[in-house]
């Protein structure tokens, strides 16, 4: 079975600047797929950003961005530039290749301060 | 619009009573999942099924039952609720295909049981 660990139950971080979320997990998988999915207070379920195991270049978009080690099976986010609209919780999730089930980590609640 | 569609958004019922909560995606994705939304624990999978007539229990099935007759559709059942269920409930489904795999979420549903 796999695990997703996520260390930081909260965070808070200053407008403009930058903030790394981690995430750890557990797996005996060799294919699989990550995400960041963000959970603003609408609770709607936003996915931030993904990364293919079987890739090593790390994911970017825009903002956000991923430091991913395969062999230490970790996870992070990075956002720069933060901004009051990334208040949120965030999910690291893992993805199964082939089957798609998905275990999802506890989050880590990021406030963003003006 | 491609979209994950949950009903209803809020549930209020009484234990025992059963309900049902309906999942629809029209996006032709091979893939659906149930999770629950519990303070402190994340996103737990409930079931999962990666096609019709095929499912699997997930991280948490008890007390839930689900079936997927058609595609498109992934109702989860609460045969006999009990108020250690009250919580937010997702349906999310995904393509299947390992080019662009990532879980698409409905808007959520959240669950009291008296």
Redesign the interface.
Known sequence: AQT?T?SQ?EMSVQEAETVTLSCTYDTSENNY?L?W?KQPPS???I?VI?QEAYKQQNATENRFSVNFQKAAKSFSLKISDSQLGDTAMY?C?F?K?V?????????TTLTVKP | EAQVTQNPRYLITVTGKKLTVTCSQNMNHEYMSWYRQDPGLGLRQIYYSMNVEVTDKGDVPEGYKVSRKEKRNFPLILESPSPNQTSLYFCASSPGSATNEKLFFGSGTQLSVL
């Open positions: 997703v996520q139950p797929y995400f999915y609770r709607q379920m996915l993904r999910f999730a993805m290749h089957t798609s089930k998905s275990t999802f980590g506890d989050g």
